[in-house]
C-alpha cells in the first residue's frame, strides 16, 4: 500500500542521512579520499536510496 511504501521509504531516508553524517564525520579524518571523489559517491549513495525507495513495491 501507499502508506507501507512511504513509511519504507522514509526509513530508508533515514538511514541514509545517518550513514551519509558518518560518512561525512570520517571523511574529516580520512586524507585519501579527495573532496570530488567523496561528492561522487554520496551523489550515488544517495542516487541508489532514492532507487530503492521509489521502487519499493510494498
Not at 513509511?7 to 573532496?35: G, K, P, Q
Not at 559517491?41 to 532514492?50: D, H, V
Request: charged share 15%.
Amino acid at each position: 500500500s501507499t502508506v507501507q511504501r512511504s513509511s519504507y521509504a522514509a526509513i530508508i531516508l533515514r538511514s541514509t542521512n545517518s550513514v551519509t553524517a558518518e560518512l561525512d564525520r570520517v571523511s574529516r579524518h580520512v586524507n585519501w579520499l579527495s573532496r570530488s571523489e567523496y561528492a561522487a559517491f554520496l551523489t550515488y549513495a544517495r542516487s541508489l536510496c532514492r532507487n530503492a525507495s521509489h521502487s519499493a513495491s510494498f
